[in-house]
């Protein structure tokens, strides 16, 4: 049994990973994932006894963290962040008081009493609960941190510290709260309403209750609610949700509409085509919001890190104290050393700036238009190295056009040619026969018997008892070509061509330019792959696969490269599985392709790999940036404090102020820019 419930009141990374660890031990849970950055847990339990685990589920959320609680449903936490504030800034004013009262001893030790307690209370509440389960975390730090400056007669210190910490745990709430506001923003597509037709009247509805074949009035401004296709009107349809460019669009009768696209000009009638559990819309909020629940190599590496990182951080406070006490001979300023030690080495900069680096990561590839399902995927795109591509549908247009007719018989006219090859194909369901239809658009009626389509390989009819077939014929000039046979004798072949995307050889280029190699495995002739391949600029491809082969072939180069493969169609999907990255292309491609890639670009467009690739790159970058300049500068200020050289505000500063310029540095991949 799954189980989602929403997150109120979680502040810190260090303490989702924290939760998220005390949850997994509940008997009955079989997995769970603290998703920080959405605010979410994820929950596998057993269904025997699930409303006794679910109770225990709740209580030990509360046990670990007391501040956090989690609900069915999200709810506005606006207005305890308000209180928050308030109470933080009394408790500031009456600290600085403090100051001009120092010789009235109950007075001064009232407000400093008060001060600290405003502005800490959730701070020493936390601790205090957690400390009677034996966790221990930052909250433990701070606290002992206070009560040890206050022991040694640094009062004021301790109060600072505690001032500086929780400005700092308001100011990294906010941040995350503006994060995770910018990705709702970009992912927040969902239509609120369907207005139906019942009748000779309008009925305003639920999305979800929306059947297959209903028919639902899009009017100018609105978000169309499921996918459809037109049966009314035309109108301009924004897509910018949907594929990030925001080119306008004209639809009309006949055309399919996804949802989430916004009627701009006139109102239309549209025929829904899925359930809204199906539609366009409803998959990439599914990929996005679910997204950051498959952690990266590099969230993984600091998830294990921080579980053990708080008790050495004690225990290293201890040989501080231990060693200075020895050497000193000053128990009060060997004390002090072993506070500044634990405030520094809070590890918070590390466990909320690299889920929420990836998270941002995901959002900015969101509006472009690019869904990726993981964070890990993220890791994988800025490793490339090779990237192979099915040919048709995702270098090609995958739309065939007939170029060239060639009647063989002379005893055949041209019109009387393309009525029987119309005869045939109008009954078959290939993308070669529906172009060969749409090009001989005035057919004369001619009556078929015995129609049998040979998958692979053609379709064979009768006409007045004359037996035909049709199929591929063998081409050097790199096009598809089928040919009409009676008899096994040729009357006629016709020449299609299936159109490059005019972005293909650019995006080759240009991902050669990024040190990322391209091939083609595709199971079309290899006249046609090889034409294809050298029109692109593609060196090495591979032709007349079927999918095992795909597979085969993956499988094979993913054991020693970083690879992505990249396709549209149902036969796709094993070699989208096994590669690094599998990549569909199309939002409305085949279920089964977009379920099994890691990747989907909603509007086929190949350069969006390319913004793949860099804003990847650009996360990882970042990530690691952040890490790098925490570990230097608490490594830098653990040591300054352990030699007595800084005091305990220049320790809050190595926890709160990297923590909060690591944040700020994980906000610029929203911003990120491709040049």
Not at 8 to 14: E, F, I, M, S, T
Not at 445 to 473: P, R
């Given at each position: 049994m799954n189980k989602e419930?929403?997150?109120?009141?979680?502040?810190?990374?260090?303490c989702a990973l924290t939760l998220e660890k005390y949850l997994e031990k509940i008997d009955g849970v079989k997995s769970c994932n603290v998703n920080f950055s959405t605010s979410k847990v994820f929950l596998e339990i057993d269904d025997v006894n699930s409303k006794l685990i679910?109770?225990?589920?709740?209580?030990?959320?509360?046990?670990?963290?007391?501040?956090?609680?989690l609900t069915d449903v999200s709810e506005n936490v606006k207005n305890a962040n308000i209180i928050d504030i308030i109470l933080y800034v009394i408790g500031l004013m009456l600290g600085v008081l403090v100051v001009f009262v120092p010789m009235v001893r109950w007075l001064?030790?009232?407000?400093?009493?008060?001060?600290?307690?405003?502005?800490?209370?959730?701070?020493?509440?936390?601790?205090?609960?957690?400390?009677?389960?034996?966790?221990?975390?930052?909250?433990?730090?701070?606290?002992?941190?206070?009560?040890?400056?206050?022991?040694?007669?640094?009062?004021?210190?301790?109060?600072?510290?505690?001032?500086?910490?929780?400005?700092?745990?308001?100011?990294?709430?906010?941040?995350?709260r503006y994060s995770r506001q910018s990705i709702s923003m970009l992912i927040n597509n969902q239509p609120e309403f369907a207005m139906i037709i019942k009748g000779d009247r309008e009925q305003k509805v639920k999305p979800e209750v929306v059947n297959i074949g209903d028919r639902i009035v899009v009017r100018p401004g609105e978000k169309v609610a499921l996918d459809g296709v037109v049966v009314e009107g035309s109108a301009s349809v924004d897509k910018k949700h949907l594929t990030g460019e925001s080119n306008a669009k004209i639809i009309q009768v006949g055309d399919v509409i996804e949802s989430g696209s916004i009627v701009l000009d006139s109102t239309i009638v549209v025929e829904v085509t899925c359930e809204y559990k199906d539609s366009t819309v409803s998959k990439i909020l599914n990929l996005v919001t679910n997204a950051s629940n498959k952690k990266s190599k590099t969230e993984t590496i600091i998830s294990k890190f921080s579980s053990w990182y708080t008790l050495g951080v004690i225990l290293s406070s201890i040989l501080v104290w231990g060693i200075s006490w020895i050497v000193l001979k000053d128990i009060s300023t060997a004390v002090y050393r072993g506070l500044i030690f634990l405030v520094v080495s809070c590890p918070c900069a590390f466990a909320i700036s690299v889920p929420l680096t990836y998270f941002s990561g995901i959002g900015r590839c969101s509006k472009q238009g690019i869904l990726i399902k993981g964070s890990n995927f993220i890791d994988a795109c800025a490793k490339l190295q090779k990237i192979y591509f099915d040919k048709t549908g995702?270098?090609?247009?995958?739309?065939?056009?007939v170029s060239k007719v060639d009647v063989v018989d002379k005893k055949l006219s041209k019109q009387k040619f393309l009525d029987i090859v119309v005869a045939g194909e109008k009954n078959s369901l290939h993308p070669i026969g529906k172009a060969i239809c749409e090009?001989?658009?005035?057919?004369?009626?001619?009556?078929?018997?015995?129609?049998?389509?040979?998958?692979?390989?053609?379709?064979?009819?009768?006409?007045?008892?004359?037996?035909?077939?049709?199929?591929?014929?063998?081409s050097a000039i790199g096009k598809t070509v089928v040919g009409l046979y009676q008899n096994e004798k040729l009357l006629g072949k016709i020449v299609l061509q299936d159109e490059i995307k005019k972005e293909a050889k650019m995006t080759i280029e240009k991902l050669s330019g990024m040190e990322v190699s391209s091939a083609i495995l595709s199971g079309d002739a290899k006249n046609c792959v090889k034409s294809v391949a050298k029109k692109v600029g593609i060196a090495e491809y591979r032709a007349e696969l079927m999918p095992q082969d795909k597979f085969e072939h993956i499988d094979n180069e993913s054991k020693n490269s970083v690879i992505a493969f990249v396709g549209d169609g149902l036969n796709d999907a094993p070699a989208l599985t096994l590669s690094s990255v599998g990549i569909s292309m199309g939002i409305m491609g085949s279920p089964a392709t977009i379920e099994a890639s890691d990747v989907v670009i909603a509007d086929d467009n190949l350069?969006?790999?390319?913004?793949?690739?860099?804003?990847?790159?650009?996360t990882r970058k970042i990530a690691w940036g952040n890490i790098i300049f925490a570990g230097i500068t608490k490594l830098t200020f653990l040591l300054l404090g352990a030699l007595g050289i800084t005091g305990m505000l220049f320790a809050v500063f190595a926890d709160v102020g990297v923590t909060l310029i690591a944040i700020l540095n994980s906000l610029r991949v929203l911003k990120y820019k491709d040049k």
């Open positions: 419930y929403n997150i109120v009141g979680l502040d810190c990374g260090h679910t109770k225990k589920i709740f209580q030990t959320t509360k046990e670990v963290n007391p501040s956090v609680k001064y030790w009232s407000l400093l009493i008060v001060s600290a307690l405003l502005m800490g209370y959730k701070t020493y509440y936390k601790a205090l609960i957690q400390l009677k389960t034996f966790k221990i975390n930052e909250n433990t730090l701070i606290t002992l941190s206070l009560i040890g400056a206050v022991a040694i007669g640094e009062s004021m210190e301790g109060l600072m510290v505690i001032a500086l910490y929780t400005l700092g745990k308001l100011l990294e709430a906010k941040a995350v995702t270098i090609t247009t995958g739309k065939f056009v090009y001989h658009k005035k057919p004369k009626e001619v009556k078929i018997d015995n129609f049998l389509e040979i998958a692979g390989k053609g379709i064979s009819f009768e006409i007045k008892g004359k037996q035909y077939f049709i199929g591929k014929v063998e350069n969006q790999i390319i913004h793949l690739i860099k804003i990847s790159r650009k």
